[in-house]
């Protein structure tokens, strides 16, 4: 097998310590694409493994976005052990010039491809293992790809895009390195910080990105997710936070206050001073940071627990935090980075009277979008290991059409990932990714999914928001800008979210997908519709209701009485009673046909008052006088001399209220 200018095995390394069956792997591997550069041994407490460097060829380097030295470890026993892994970890602290991305494990367990997987797949963030045994490389010696073949199954099967979870390590994280040492450097200044955002920006992937930055400069942090906090209360929540990090700083249980001592209220204050101070100084970390995530679990008016929700514990919570801080001298011990999607907690002033300790401490960080450098380099990488390659217009295209935020376009570039069946690498164009696009706007796993987050976000918190931002969406711009002159800390919340921008006066929305997804279930939120607009408005919704009304009543009456007394209660409302004998024999189905049958909204109202008690009260609400009122509104509107008159303001608001309720209960059902 003839050698590529780029493989071989470098005249300087060490091979003496391989044994034949290794040093006969080892020419295979430098007989193409791979150039040999150094050796190593790495001895484990009960084990040694011995490995190789290998330099990729230009061919890989395009191939696989692979540009450094890959680390091959030997494992020479016949069960495959995990410890492998950590001769892997001994390779990259030797030498820090290393792939972090991929590594290579050859191990004499014929069974340890599997093993590989089965071990790394509940990992998202684990590298890219590629795993071979000896007999395989030496039966497949005379192949020369099949080493490159094992390559592409791993790289260009697994969706580095698709991780959705928070990233803990550095592998895969991108784009917010400035923002992570801006929060590092306050808390080592002595300043407290909130950083805020929707759900899925990647708060506590920036988070955990601060954690890793203050173990380098050896301040010790601790992340408190309030998710799980809010259980507890006040007291008992402080002595859960010293606990933990008395644990993290290695001292003693008898080193800090116990949990009995913290439950005598009275002096909780003093203990969380003591076990602080104690914890800096026998740990030697004076800068200790405390990161809460997901804050409106211990925020009032937010949380789920009654406690901190009707405010008490947060008040009690964070007036020992704040008087422990400032007894501190501001920082001089520990300072605190709050997080979460609402920033409530600093901009409320009182509490039921009661001055809030937290209010306008520091200015709340919102977490920016990607740029577009952000975005090329994320592309770039992740999709040079996938075989994807994405070229300028792609990416620009990702932050117009997501707004920079990086799981959409993760989860785009994912879209885009499993829908190339052809070879790779491969060129995502404009014309593919528009397709993809698409598909990805409707996917209910996909967009839709996020959008509904996102507006669960603004209905549960910002209401009014939500509101303004439905009439930009179906463009009633005037509506909008009298609102936001009038309430500019509105369009603040929108604006710092990521959600719209503004430019020259007008406002626009940043995530052109999420503008579509509200615009298409906002059709009628324009407040100042014309007489047209008013009257097409009535007929459209009226047509779109029916259907699913009438689809309602025959389900409903046909499990309540079966389809003979079905039928003969349907009959009974469409037709006079002469009539009625000669559709005796016309399926229950038939009659719902609207191509076979008339059958008005009018006739489906009386179904179902006159079967109020048997079929629909649960359905519509329970109280019937309820359903008459509305429907008797949205009757008036079919008649064509209601249809012709002008429509008045107030006429139309009620008809739009009765619509309204009666559309969330078909859709409910």
């Known amino acids: 097998m003839s050698k590529t ?34 050796t190593k041994r790495i001895l484990l407490p009960s084990s040694e493994y011995k490995g190789i460097l290998l330099k990729p060829s230009p061919f890989i380097q395009q191939a696989f976005n692979l540009h450094r030295e890959v680390a091959v470890a030997f494992s020479p026993y016949q069960v495959f052990e995990p410890r492998a892994f950590e001769a892997l970890d001994g390779f990259n602290k030797l030498d820090l010039r290393l792939e972090d991305i991929c590594s290579v494990i050859i191990s004499r367990d014929n069974d340890v491809g599997a093993k590989v997987t089965n071990i790394l797949k509940t990992n998202s963030e684990s590298r890219v293992i590629v795993a071979f045994s000896y007999v395989e490389l030496y039966l497949n010696r005379r192949n020369p790809d099949f080493v490159i073949d094992r390559f592409r199954e ?32 306050r808390h080592l200044n002595g300043e407290n910080s909130g950083l805020f955002g929707l759900r899925k920006t990647g708060k506590t992937s920036i988070l955990f990105g601060v954690e890793r930055t203050l173990d380098k400069k050896k301040s010790l942090s601790l992340y408190i997710d309030c998710e799980t906090l809010h259980l507890k209360r006040w007291n008992t929540a402080l002595f859960a936070i010293s606990d933990e990090l008395r644990s993290k700083a290695r001292l003693k249980l008898s080193e800090t206050h116990s949990l009995e001592e913290y439950q005598n209220t009275e002096f909780v204050s003093d203990h969380f001073l003591s076990d602080l101070s104690q914890i800096a100084r026998k740990s030697g970390k004076k800068n200790i940071l405390l990161i809460f995530d997901e804050i409106e679990n211990i925020t009032f008016g937010t949380s789920a627990s009654i406690e901190w929700k009707s405010g008490g514990d947060f008040l009690r919570f964070w007036q020992v935090l704040r008087s422990t801080f400032q007894r501190f001298k501001g920082g001089n011990v520990f300072t605190y980075l709050i997080a ?37 380099e994320m592309t770039d990488r992740l999709g040079g290991y996938m075989g994807l390659v994405f070229d300028g217009t792609v990416c620009a295209k990702l932050v117009e059409d997501f707004g920079g935020h990086p799981l959409l376009m993760r989860q785009m570039a994912s879209v885009i990932h499993n829908s190339v069946s052809g070879s790779r690498p491969f060129d995502v164009t404009s014309k593919f990714y528009d397709k993809a696009r698409l598909r990805f706007a409707d996917d209910e796993h996909g967009f839709v999914k996020y959008a509904g987050m996102v507006l669960e976000v603004l209905s549960n918190w910002y209401p009014e928001e939500l509101e303004m931002l439905k009439l930009l969406a179906v ?96 009959l009974k409302v469409l037709y006079k009673p002469e009539e009625i004998a000669k559709h005796r024999t016309t399926a229950l189905k038939e009659l719902y046909d609207p191509n076979r049958h008339k059958i008005y909204l009018s006739s489906l109202f009386t179904l179902i008052q006159k079967n109020w008690d048997d079929c629909f009260a649960n359905t519509f609400g329970g109280n019937v006088e309820i359903f008459k009122a509305k429907t008797a509104l949205l009757n008036f509107y079919r008649k064509p001399d209601a249809h012709a008159a002008e429509i008045s303001d107030a006429d139309f608001q009620s008809f739009r209220g009765a619509m309204s309720w009666l559309e969330q209960h078909v859709d409910e059902y």
Request: hydrophobic share 35%.
């Open 340 to 376: 979460g999607t609402n920033p409530r907690c600093v901009e409320v002033p009182t509490i039921d009277g009661v001055d809030n300790p937290i209010f306008a401490q520091f200015s709340a960080t919102y977490i920016p979008p990607f740029t577009f450098a952000n975005t090329r």
């Open 5 to 38: 200018p780029e493989a071989g095995i470098s005249s300087r390394v060490e091979l003496d310590f391989f044994d034949a069956e290794e040093l006969e792997i080892i020419e295979y591997l430098a007989s193409r694409d791979w150039f040999v550069t150094s």
């Open 475 to 570: 463009g009633d711009i005037q509506s909008f800008r009298d609102l936001a002159a009038d309430l500019p800390e509105f369009v603040s919340h929108l604006i710092n979210y990521g959600i719209i921008e503004r430019h020259d006066g007008d406002y626009f929305f940043k995530i052109d997908l999420l503008r579509t997804y509200l615009a298409n279930r906002s059709k009628y939120a324009k407040l100042n519709p014309s007489q047209d607009e008013r009257k097409e408005e009535i007929g459209a919704r009226r047509n779109a209701i029916e259907p699913k009304l009438r689809n309602i009543v025959r389900r409903q009456l046909r499990a309540r009485f079966g389809d003979d007394l079905a039928r003969e209660k349907t």
């Open 154 to 185: 791993k790289f260009y099967s697994r969706d580095l895009f698709g991780i959705q979870e928070p990233l803990k390590k550095d592998l895969y994280f991108f784009g917010r390195s400035d923002l992570i040492q801006v929060l590092a450097n």
